[in-house]
Structures are given as C-alpha cells and as structure tokens.
C-alpha cells in the first residue's frame, strides 16, 4: 500500500513536471478577446518635435522604421496630441483655435505625422488627445467643462478638420490627459459626434487610472458612450470591474522607460503581459520618438531616438505577425504564464488560418519599466512545448524569429529570421533564454527592415539665421520649440513679410500646474550647450491685444513643466514706454540692469542683440548699446530664445544667432543649412 502510494506520487509528480513545459495552444473553447493594436505616442507634448525638420532621407527612414508594415516597428496606432498651446513635457502643441473667434488645421506638426503614418500604413488607426486647452474654454478658470457644449465643440472641430483639411479619419478620440474625467461631457461629446456624422469615431476613456475609470462603470449610459476603457501605466494589471464591464481594456499610455535594453526588456514584458495578467489588447508607447531638444526632461524615454533607432526591432515580434481584428485565444490555451517565468500569447486570424505565438523571457533586473514597481521574479532558461489542436492541428511548421538582449556588452539581436521549425505530431519545441524573445507564425511575409547607418550627430548648426520666409503661413517654425506660449508663421507683408506671432492671449488651462507660475512665454531654440551667444532680433510689438515686453535670450537653462524656474540672462524691452532691462531669470523679477531710453526704443519694429562673452553681457537696442555689464557665473550654459512677459501678440523677425566669438553674421540661410548638412543630430 505505501509503496503503491509512493509510487503513484512519483508518477504523478513526474507527469505534472513533464505537463509543466507543455502549453495547449487551440481554440476548443473559442477565442479570447479581440486584439486592438499596438502603438506609439505623438505628444504629451512635443516630443515629435524636431522631426519634420530632418532632411528627407533620414526623415523618411524614420517614418519607415516607425509606420512601415512588415518592416520595423510597424505600429497599428497613431496616438497624438490635440495642441492645447500650453507646456506638457517638452514644448506647447498648437491648438487649432488659439482663441475663440477662429479656426486653423494647418499649426503644427502632428497633421504631417498622421499623414506620412496613412501614408506608409492605411490602415493605422488615429487616436487624439488633449492635455491642455486653450484658456477662453475656461472663461479665466482652469476648468476645461466649464461649458460641456463648447469643449465637445471644440474638440469634434479637431475631428472635423483632420477629415476636411486632411482627409484624415481619426478613429478614437480621449478626454482629457490623466485629469479630472467628467462623465457628462462624455455624454455631451458622443451626442455631437453623432449628430455630425461621426458615429465611427470611438471614445477611449479615461486616459488616467483605474480608480478613475471605475466611476465609469457606475453609470450605464456613460458606459454604453464608451468604447475603449484606457489606463496609464497599469503595471499589466486590471481590476474585476474593468475586465466584467465587457469593455475592451486598453493600456493607453504606457512604457516611458529609458530606451536602451532595460527599456526593451520592459516593452517585450508588457506587450505580453498587458494581455496574459490585464487582458488589456491595446498598448501605447508615450512616447513615439524623441525628437526634441536634449536636456529637455524626459531624454530618450522614447521608442526611437530620432539619433539612434535602438528598439523598433521589439515591436517586430508582434505588430509585424499580427493585424487589428485578429483574437487572442484564451487563457490556458494560448494565453499564459511560462512556469520558468515569462510569458506567451498567441494572436490568432478571424478565419483561424493564421497563428502567432509570442514569447518572452525577459529577466527582472532587464524589464524594469519607469513605473509601477515591479514585483520580483526569476527567470531560467527553459524548454517550452506547444501542442496545437482544434483548428491549430494540420500546421505543419512555423516560421521563427528571435531577439536576444544582451547586458554584457555582447551585440544584441533583434528580429532575427531564424528559419522554420517542423510541428511534430502537432507538437513545437522551442528552448528560450532570459532575455529572449521568440515569435512563431504561420506568416511567412515579416521582414527585418534596415536601412544603412544613419550619418554622424551633429551639434546645431551657427550661424542660425531665420527670416521665416520659407515656411507656410500658420506653420510653427521647426526649430523654435516654445515651451509657453504658440508661434505661428504670419504674412504681416511689406519689408517684413512673413514673421512668427506669439498666439496665445490667455492663460490656457494647464497640463501641468507650474506652468501657472509664469503667465508669459518662451520660445528656446539650438543647443543646451551653448555659452557664449550673440543673438539680434527685430520685434513689434504694437496694435490690440499685442504684448508689454517682449525679450531675447541666452544660456537659458530650463523648460517643460518648469519653464517658469529658467535661469538665464533675458534682454526684455517696453517698446510702449521705452523701457528695458536684463534679468537673470525668465519671470524678469532678477534685474541685472534695466534703464529707459525713450528716444531709443521707439513704438513699431525694434531690433535688439544680446551678446553673452564670458562674464560680461552687452545689449543694444537699434544700433545704441544700452548696457555692457558684468553677469551672473550661473547658468554658463543654456539655449538662446525669445519670449513676451505676458500672454498677448507679439512679431519677431530675423532672428539671428552667432558664435560671440566670432560674430561675422553671415548671409547664409541658416534653414537650407539645417536642411542639408544638419543631418540626424539635431540636439546635440
Ligand atoms: C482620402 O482617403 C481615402 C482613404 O482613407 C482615399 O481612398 C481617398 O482617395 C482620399 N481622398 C483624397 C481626396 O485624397
Ligand atoms: C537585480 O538588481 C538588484 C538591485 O540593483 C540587485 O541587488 C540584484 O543583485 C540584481 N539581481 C540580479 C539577478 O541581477
Ligand atoms: C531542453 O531539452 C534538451 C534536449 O531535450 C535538453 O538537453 C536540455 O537539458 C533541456 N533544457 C532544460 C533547461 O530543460
Ligand atoms: C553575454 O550574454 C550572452 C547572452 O545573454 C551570452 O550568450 C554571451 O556568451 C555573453 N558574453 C560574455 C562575454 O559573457
Ligand atoms: C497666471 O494666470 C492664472 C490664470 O489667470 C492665474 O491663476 C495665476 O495665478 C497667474 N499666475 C501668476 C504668476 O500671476
Ligand atoms: C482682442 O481680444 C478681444 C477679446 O479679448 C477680441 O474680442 C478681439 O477680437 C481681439 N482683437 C484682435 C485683433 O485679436
Ligand atoms: C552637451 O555636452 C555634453 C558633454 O560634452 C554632452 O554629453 C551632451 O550630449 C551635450 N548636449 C547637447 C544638448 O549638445
């Protein structure tokens, strides 16, 4: 009897060990949920900055690598930035209604994005979201539902112009960046769109946190208004309530991590993981690119560096074998954990001709992700076998692609075709490593795109001289990243025909609440880096609405959501009452010197340069040099710009920056040198 006992629990210990490697993959209970699509990030805000502004070669590589199907990271989604004129992160987004009494669809720079993306991959889906607004939705309170009809306006306006202006259909649309949801106003919202003919346009709610979303599904109405119930950062976990509400479940912001190989390691985790632990079928990457200026916050948290392309090759595993529309299979049955840790899904075709699974292994340490922490685990290397039956059971191979990261200064893999293996007796057995990432498809058409090594980085280019004739009216200059306030190109004619207009007229309401310690503006352009700088340029500042001071810059030394903290040295001037200061600060309140020369500075154009050569700062105002003095050791460093000292218009023209040390401004212009010899290092 014991040894009978003995016996069948070694038996049974053994059968539960061999069962253990072995994973079912087949669709006898059906399938599971419907797979949404894998995306990136435009926005939130500004980090596509730069882009537009790269030469075409490098620019449309870059396009390749991030939409281009069966070619790279061939993303399904397309989230961007609905432009609120205020700071998010990286510099303001146009709105398309700086103020009340108009409209425009051509600001920007995430319309061209969503185009090229349509371009490259027809069937991308578009997804906009606002994380500011412009301040007359407030009427002077920074409650964006203060009126619910005139936001939902607002925003279907945004709808409405990507179709008529651009033939763009956006296929969701959010509510309000990780802020305050208000439920009626997604009530108010699905009544406009679907009295205007959008009825297609699908509402993603919340963009914020689970706690949040949970109000949601306290009301039915609400719930039946939305489409998609999307989360930020959810750690690939999802509450009861959210997987029964019998909505899809999305990560719609997501990643954020330091591109290198941990970061790697943490998108690979959380594309399986956000299914198999969250039953999310949606994750989206903030952000898409980084193509802003460095030393700006958040550096390279960023699928792709506009000057490395580090990690577009994870995304391969699944966008590249999978399409919207596709299911995955249950839990259990294509769906799981692997017992030696990782994990795998498998994304299926509607007709079930077609199957991937999805594997990864990646080790703790190597898929930290910036948030949430993540719980300790271990991973070893492990044989995994699949048995595929159901209507799995006739394949008869699969093609295999690998990922290897690697973390000891050995050259990664990523992609990498490595043939097909044989389904025996419709069994596959595959070995995995920490750190890997395996694919098996049925696809035969993935392709590991490559296109040859893009040219060296580049520090920016001096002499920098823009007189902003080349660029369309209404566009934001490529290389002015405003971090308050909204530039656009404007066609003032005469000698100075096209100029850039500081917008915006009033406080917007925030994304981040610093931005409300500074009710001015700034626009930062070049290099961090930069010490001793010359800068000149001509400003108006004149008829209603128009600005009190206005200022140029150098060695400033802060932006995003602490702009208002810049140190520098800021040559503001009064042109109404003429008067002027240098200040070492952005808010004007540190005065170096300041003095007033009427009979200088005049009413109408004013060209000023500020010339920073050591310790000794020199301005003038109209050929007259109004002040030479000693200034501050700190900041050595920072960007030149210009700003106003409040919300109001404000012209600048012929901006024009040199080397202080070599101050021969030259006739060159300084965009077609960007264009050309400015190749992929636009920040450095
Ligand atoms: C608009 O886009 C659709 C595809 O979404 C295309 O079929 C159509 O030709 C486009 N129309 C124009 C005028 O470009
Ligand atoms: C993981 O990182 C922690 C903290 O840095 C370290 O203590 C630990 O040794 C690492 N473990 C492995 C397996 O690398
Ligand atoms: C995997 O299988 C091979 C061949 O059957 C065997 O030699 C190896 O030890 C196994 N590895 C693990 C980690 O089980
Ligand atoms: C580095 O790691 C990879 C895989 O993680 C391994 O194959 C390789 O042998 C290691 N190289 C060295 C020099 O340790
Ligand atoms: C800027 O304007 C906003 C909105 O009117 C106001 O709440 C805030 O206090 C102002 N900030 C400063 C520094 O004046
Ligand atoms: C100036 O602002 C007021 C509202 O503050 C507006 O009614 C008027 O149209 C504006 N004028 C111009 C030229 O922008
Ligand atoms: C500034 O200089 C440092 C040190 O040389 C370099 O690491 C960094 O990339 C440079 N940054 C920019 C924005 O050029």
Redesign the pocket.
């Known amino acids: 009897m014991a040894a009978h006992f003995w016996s069948l629990a070694w038996l049974l210990s053994f059968l539960t060990y061999a069962h253990c490697d072995l994973y079912q993959v087949n669709d006898q209970i059906g399938v599971g949920r419907r797979f949404d699509g894998i995306g990136g990030l435009s926005g939130g805000s500004a980090t596509s900055k730069l882009l537009i502004a790269y030469p075409d070669q490098q620019r449309n590589e870059i396009l390749d690598y991030l939409f281009k199907p069966k070619f790279g990271a061939s993303l399904q989604i397309l989230k961007v930035e609905i432009g609120g004129d205020a700071q998010a992160s990286d510099a303001t987004e146009a709105s398309h209604m700086h103020v009340e009494w108009e409209e425009n669809y051509q600001r920007g720079y995430e319309w061209w994005l969503m185009k090229e993306a349509k371009k490259r991959n027809p069937n991308i889906q578009l997804y906009g979201l606002p994380w500011a607004f412009p301040g007359w939705l407030g009427h002077g309170t920074q409650n964006p539902y203060y009126d619910r009809q005139k936001l939902a306006n607002y925003i279907y306006k945004w709808i409405w112009g990507a179709k008529v202006y651009h033939n763009l259909t956006i296929d969701y649309i959010g509510i309000w960046n990780e802020q305050n949801c208000d439920l009626q106003y997604i009530m108010v919202l699905r009544d406009i769109l679907d009295r205007n003919g959008f009825m297609n346009t699908k509402i993603v709610a919340t963009d914020s946190w689970w706690s949040a979303i949970s109000d949601i599904e306290l009301y039915a109405e609400v719930t039946a208004a939305v489409d998609a119930l999307g989360v930020h950062y959810p750690g690939v976990l999802s509450p009861d309530s959210a997987i029964n509400s019998g909505k899809q479940l999305w990560s719609s912001e997501d990643y954020s991590s330091f591109n290198d190989e941990v970061g790697g390691g943490c998108w690979a985790r959380i594309l399986n993981q956000n299914y198999v632990k969250g039953l999310m079928t949606s994750t989206i990457a903030w952000n898409l690119i980084d193509s802003f200026y460095q030393a700006l916050p958040w550096d390279r948290d960023s699928l792709m560096t506009a000057r490395e392309p580090v990690e577009w090759q994870l995304y391969s595993h699944t966008t590249q074998l999978s399409e919207i529309g596709w299911r995955y299979l249950p839990h259990d049955h294509g769906v799981g954990m692997l017992n030696q840790g990782g994990s795998y899904v498998t994304l299926v075709s509607p007709d079930l001709s077609h199957l991937t699974i999805v594997i990864e292994a990646m080790s703790h340490n190597h898929s930290l992700c910036i948030r949430p922490k993540l719980p300790w685990y271990t991973v070893t290397t492990q044989n995994v076998t699949f048995v595929l039956t159901g209507s799995f059971s006739k394949i008869s191979q699969l093609f295999i692609w690998q990922s290897?990261?690697?973390?000891?200064?050995?050259t990664p893999t990523y992609f990498k075709s490595l043939g097909t293996v044989p389904v025996i007796n419709g069994q596959v057995t595959i070995i995995i490593?920490?750190?890997q990432i395996i694919s098996l498809t049925t696809l035969n058409d993935a392709t590991h795109g490559e296109y040859l090594q893009p040219p060296p980085s580049a520090p920016f280019p001096l002499p920098f001289i823009e007189n902003f004739e080349d660029y369309p009216v209404s566009s934001e200059p490529y290389t002015m990243a405003p971090q308050q306030g909204s530039y656009d190109v404007v066609d003032v004619g005469g000698e100075h025909g096209k100029v850039m207009r500081q917008m915006v007229l009033q406080t917007p309401i925030a994304w981040c609440s610093g931005t409300l310690n500074y009710n001015g503006t700034l626009n930062v352009v070049g290099s961090f880096n930069w010490t001793d700088i010359t800068i000149s340029t001509d400003i108006l500042l004149g008829g209603v609405n128009a600005s009190d001071g206005a200022f140029i810059g150098v060695r400033i030394n802060n932006g995003g959501c602490t702009t208002y903290a810049a140190m520098g040295l800021f040559f503001f001037t009064y042109p109404n009452d003429g008067r002027f200061s240098l200040t070492s600060d952005v808010l004007g309140k540190n005065v170096i010197v300041s003095g007033r020369e009427s009979g200088v500075i005049v009413p109408g154009w004013n060209t000023l340069t500020l010339s920073v050569k050591g310790t000794v700062a020199t301005g003038i105002c109209n050929g007259v040099e109004l002040f030479s003095v000693l200034v501050p050791s700190f900041p050595a460093n920072g960007f030149a710009g210009v700003g106003t000292d409040i919300y109001g218009y404000a012209d600048f023209d012929n901006i024009q920056i040199t080397n202080a040390a070599d101050p021969s401004a030259s006739k060159k212009k300084s965009k077609a040198l960007y264009f050309q010899k400015e190749s992929h290092d636009v920040s450095a």
């Open positions: 290897t990261l690697t973390f000891n200064g050995t490593q920490p750190d």
